[in-house]
Structure formats: C-alpha cells, structure tokens
C-alpha cells in the first residue's frame, strides 16, 4: 500500500472540545493519512476487501487531535484507468468527525486511491491513500 496524502484549497476551521481518544494514534487494521494539522483515519469491513463485493468504510477525521466538524465525504477511483466506482456510496455522519460509508465496491483488481473530502467553513481539503487490491 502506497499512501501519499494530498492537499487542495485552504484550511478548514474546527470548533468545540475534543474527544481525543478517537483522533489518538490507530488501532489494529486502521490506516492513516495525514496533511498539515488534519488526520483521516478508517477501516474497512470486511478488513479483506474482494473485487466485486461492496464493502463499509469507517472513517474519524480530526484537526488538531479535536474531532472535525464538517462535511466529511468518501469516494474512491482508478487513476490509471480515469475511473471510479460503479456504485456511488450512502455517507451516513455518526457525530464527532466519523462518518461511515456504506456501499462502496471495487469492481476490478488494480491500483484504486481513496478519496477524502473535507468540505469546512474556510475550504476543503482533500486526501487521499492509494491501494492495489488484487
């Protein structure tokens, strides 16, 4: 798995206290991004993800370790091939900067980049991880 993080547009503001247990360092099968002072970690379920089967993304977003307070939304695409996924996902927001993204599926073997958008009062940023699922 390659990741490389990257960042478009201004920096988002985050209000309110932090839940730091959540934004603390990822646990087993959690995967991490990270640009300047924002963190999205996730996982997938099944961990195992197969080409052709849809699968959940569970993701916490945070700025400063305190929990992200705006619209957090989860894509993936095929860069190689200038594609994305078949199936648009449900994005539900669970509170406190988690979001889950229920329906995604990769309906091909290759190299697939998961996209994260964090849309704010200030901006956006965008990150992303590259993964090649065979």
Not at 31 to 42: I, K, Y
Request: glycine fraction near 12%.
């Amino acid at each position: 798995m390659v990741i490389r993080p990257m960042i478009v547009g201004a920096f988002l503001a985050v209000t309110g206290s932090a839940a730091a247990a959540d934004c603390a360092a990822p646990g087993h099968g959690t995967r991490r991004v990270t640009a300047g002072d924002f963190a999205v970690q996730f996982v997938t379920q099944p961990a195992d993800i197969a080409i052709g089967r849809h699968f959940d993304v569970l993701v916490t977003v945070c700025r400063d370790g305190a929990p992200f307070r705006g619209r957090v939304d989860v894509d993936a695409d095929m860069p190689a091939h200038g594609h994305g996924m078949n199936y648009a996902p449900d994005i539900v927001d669970e509170g406190a900067g988690k979001v889950r993204a229920s329906g995604m599926m990769f309906h091909m073997p290759g190299e697939w980049r998961y996209v994260f958008t964090l849309d704010g009062e200030t901006g956006r940023e965008v990150l992303e991880v590259r993964d090649d699922v065979r």
